[in-house]
Structures are given as C-alpha cells and as structure tokens.
C-alpha cells in the first residue's frame, strides 16, 4: 500500500496568517506520461464528511475559496492555506488515487 | 445534483456481519462509467477505503478487507450496499458511501454521504 504521511499533525495559525500542510507519498504519484500527480486533499469538519478541496494535486474544486492551494510533485506535497479564516478550523486530509487501494493521511487539525 | 444517504444497524455484535445500504438520490446509479466507494473512519482515525463497485458490478476491495467484504449494487433500488463479515471491535467506525468524481478507475471522491457510526459490541 501506498502509505501517506502527513506533517505537523497539529497546526495553530493565527487569524489572517498562512497555514502550511505536507503530506509526502511513500511512492511517487506522477503519471509521467500526462504529468498529472494522483492526489487530493480533503477538508473535514466535525459530524461532516470529507470536503473535497483539490485534485489533481494542484486543481481547486468549484466552489473553494482561492485561499486554498495545493502544490507538490513526485512524493512532496503541500496544501497552503492562505489568510485563515475561523471558518477554515478543521482537519485535512490527502489522499492518493495513483493505486488501489486508495489512500488517505492520518490527517493535521488546523486551529486557530 | 447526486445526494447520498447511508443506512443500516448503529450496533453489531462482535462476529456478526454489518450490512449497509447507500440510497444514491439526483442520479442514476447506472451511469456509465460511475465508481461507488464505501470508506470508514474509525474514531479520531484518517479514512480507509473499502472498495468500490463499478457500475457494470465490477469491484475492487482493498485487500486488507477482502476475506470480508461483499459490495453489490441493486439498480431496481438505485442503491449500493456493504456487508463486511466477522466483525469485531476494531471494526467500529463510521462509514461512508461515496461516489468516484470523475468517470474513471483513477478517481477522488466527490459526493459523500453524511456517514453513519456503526458500533460493534456485545
């Protein structure tokens, strides 16, 4: 399995400051052959399922605030979130989809 | 806009099997080329997938699972269902049903369902 490792696992940010989320693949997620990295990031609020945030490592859901952006290739990836909001406290999750079975870290809890 | 909804026993006693039903609502379960995941969340955990079926009723389980698990599809109902036999404590979890985003066997997730807490005790 492909493991994922998340960092820190807990992350305080003050209002309006930048909150930064890694989370490194045991294995690379690039598809070289359409440059594509296999990866997603997920936000979850206490009692709610898993918000679907980017994918594509890099590609912003419809909907999410611009505030968030994900980078990162290869086995390194980062989930930044800019000017944090109250709204943004919750826990985030990658998760890749290069190979079954599909992955997920165990998560950083953003606060503020 | 497709909406799901999980369904079944809060509580199953260890041994047991813990049966599942995902309602898919705004969509057909049908359509072509549509993944259907159950994942679960064991308290204070990250989430692990369980597996998919494809709409054709193909699967694929995650192999950590795969002596015990059953997904299938019920189309008459547009609905997909889990059982996942012999269960025991470290079963107790929340689960999710969830669809493929994208119509392909690479996917992420996007719509899940609420999620519902399944308990196994005695």
């Known amino acids: 399995d492909v493991v994922m490792t998340q960092s820190p696992e807990f992350l305080a940010v003050s209002l309006g400051e930048r909150a930064t989320i890694n989370c490194k693949s045991s294995?690379?997620?690039?598809?070289?052959?359409?440059?594509?990295?296999?990866l997603a990031w997920y936000q979850q609020k206490p009692g709610q399922p898993p918000k679907l945030l980017i994918y594509?490592?890099?590609t912003r859901e419809s909907g999410v605030p611009d505030r968030f952006s994900g980078s990162g290739s290869g086995t390194d990836f980062t989930l930044t979130i800019n000017s944090l909001l109250a709204e943004d406290v919750a826990l985030y999750y990658c998760q890749q989809y290069y190979t079954t079975p599909w992955t997920f870290g165990q998560g950083t809890k953003v606060d503020i | 806009q497709v909406q799901l909804q999980e369904s079944g026993p809060g509580l199953v006693k260890p041994s047991q099997t813990l049966s599942l039903t995902c309602s898919v609502s705004g969509g057909s379960i049908n359509s072509t080329n549509s993944y259907w995941s159950w994942i679960r969340q064991p308290p204070g955990k990250g989430p692990e997938w369980i597996g998919y079926?494809?709409?054709?009723?193909?699967?694929n389980y995650n192999p950590s699972l795969k002596s015990r698990i059953t997904i299938s599809l019920d189309s008459s109902k547009n609905q997909f269902s889990l059982k996942l036999s012999s269960v025991t404590a470290a079963d107790t979890a929340v689960y999710f049903c969830?669809?493929?985003?994208?119509?392909?066997?690479?996917?992420?997730?996007?719509?899940w369902g609420q999620g519902t807490l399944v308990t196994v005790s005695s």
């Open positions: 969830a669809r493929g985003a994208v119509p392909a066997a690479n996917h992420w997730f996007d719509p």
């Open positions: 594509w490592a890099s």
């Open positions: 079926i494809f709409y054709s009723g193909y699967t």
């Open positions: 294995q690379s997620l690039l598809y070289t052959s359409i440059n594509k990295n296999y």
